[in-house]
């Protein structure tokens, strides 16, 4: 398989970017775990896709190298984090890519291309050699053009690996030779919060022809609530910025890449290599994340988040006990145009609001294609199970492209 690879996972002895320009001509002296594991099984990687810098955004605008466009129509943006992966694979340019989803980075550029991006368990596969963002929300992901494709590759490259402690010491199933092609008795979770304000009516429409096409084949659609949905967005940027701004400490003109080394000193080096090196939005998140970790905020807010955090995993839990599979859309519109939400981090950052509860929660969800909107742009659709249950998005993912 031809393979393209996110900028922000280390290829040994090639430049590593993370669509910054912090990182300079900075060359990976090492493997990630999953390229390792994908040159073991003769893949052909043939280059590293553009993405937001540090995989901080929804759109892939936010790159020192500029936009990445969608192949649909070159005017709207791809999504993002992941976007240069989507397109590589929309456009036929690979058959595979590998993204990074720590908030929806892989599920919101499937939807908008067209294409199928899965997003693992946490600790389902290594983070061994992957640019942390926010540690505990990262999982690399994949995208095909089909879900089985992202089956066979997930196969190759799941797995423990003593180099990250968080990937999970559990059997990888044989995911190609166990699936189920029947969708009789399934349970399938529809939940309210996903269906209501703010979700394009052609979306929805599609999304519910879709289910009452499953219920006609045996499937059981049950409604579940996901009460604390409502507070993923807030908890996710209090999590994700909080870890990040830690996380990006590292890079201070002296470990890696770009040194601006023109003041009177040690601070005024490390102040001035940050403030050129990094762009808007990873400034605007270190800020962010600085502050709820601050002695004086830290209680208000990081706790907090942690807290209502598990409030929603426990949401999840809950609903898997009345269902196997959650199914709803990936994203509330199609693709928007490049240049339009620019000044409006907010409403960029609800773009992920059906994508990063499954984050918080450490499950699985995949964005298979859906359908195209009315004006001409491709969406998806949403599958997520319970943690370690890839299985299951798997066996409905590819019972859905059949239908
Ligand atoms: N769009 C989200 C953000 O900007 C998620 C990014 C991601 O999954 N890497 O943080």
Redesign the pocket.
């Known amino acids: 398989m031809v393979i393209a690879i996110k900028d922000n996972i280390n290829i040994k002895d090639e430049i590593t970017t993370c669509g910054s320009k912090i990182l300079g001509e900075f060359k990976s002296p090492y493997n990630a775990t999953v390229v390792t594991k994908l040159k073991t099984e003769d893949a052909l990687i043939i280059g590293k896709t553009n993405l937001d810098e540090f ?4 759109s892939n605008e936010n790159s020192a190298f500029g936009p990445v466009k969608n192949p649909h129509n070159p005017e709207m943006v791809p999504g ?2 992941s976007g240069g992966s989507a397109v590589a694979v929309a456009t036929g340019c690979a058959d595979i890519a590998l993204g ?6 892989v599920r919101q550029p499937a939807s908008f291309t067209g294409t199928v991006g899965l997003k693992p368990s946490y600790g389902r596969l290594s983070r061994y050699g992957l640019v942390a ?1 926010a540690s505990s929300l990262d999982q690399i992901g994949i995208f095909g053009n089909f879900t089985q494709d992202t089956a066979f590759v997930l196969n190759a490259i799941a797995g423990h690996d003593v180099l990250d402690s968080t990937s999970a010491d559990i059997t990888v199933p044989d995911y190609i030779n166990q699936k189920n092609s029947s969708v009789t008795g399934l349970k399938i979770g529809l939940p309210k919060q996903y269906f209501a304000d703010g979700l394009d009516p052609e979306i929805k429409s599609r999304i519910v022809q879709i289910t009452d096409r499953l219920k006609e084949k045996g499937a059981e659609l049950v409604e579940i609530d996901l009460a604390t949905a409502e507070y993923a967005i807030a908890i996710y940027y209090i999590i ?1 910025t909080a870890e990040a701004s830690s996380n990006l400490s590292r890079f201070d003109g002296v470990h890696y890449g770009m040194r601006i080394d023109e003041g009177t000193g040690l601070t005024d080096m490390y102040e001035k290599t940050r403030s050129e090196g990094f762009g808007e939005e990873v400034q605007r998140r270190i800020l962010l994340g600085t502050y709820v970790l601050s002695a004086g905020y830290y209680d208000a807010y990081y706790k907090k988040a942690q807290q209502v955090r598990r409030l929603l995993k426990n949401d999840f839990d809950t609903a898997f006990k009345k269902c196997d599979v959650i199914l709803s859309p990936t994203t509330p519109t199609t693709a928007f145009k490049i240049g339009e939400k620019s000044d409006d981090p907010l409403s960029m950052y609800l ?2 609001i059906y994508t990063v509860s499954a984050n918080l929660a450490g499950i699985c969800g995949i964005s298979i294609p859906a359908g195209m909107h009315s004006n001409r742009m491709p969406f998806g659709l949403q599958l997520q199970a319970r943690a370690f249950n890839e299985q299951a998005l798997f066996d409905l993912g590819t019972f859905i492209e059949k239908l």
Do not use: C, I, Y
Not at 55 to 58: E, K
Not at 100 to 105: F, N, P, Q, R, V
């Open positions: 995989a901080m955004g929804s993002g984090s990074s989803d720590t908030g929806g980075s963002f994700a773009q992920d």
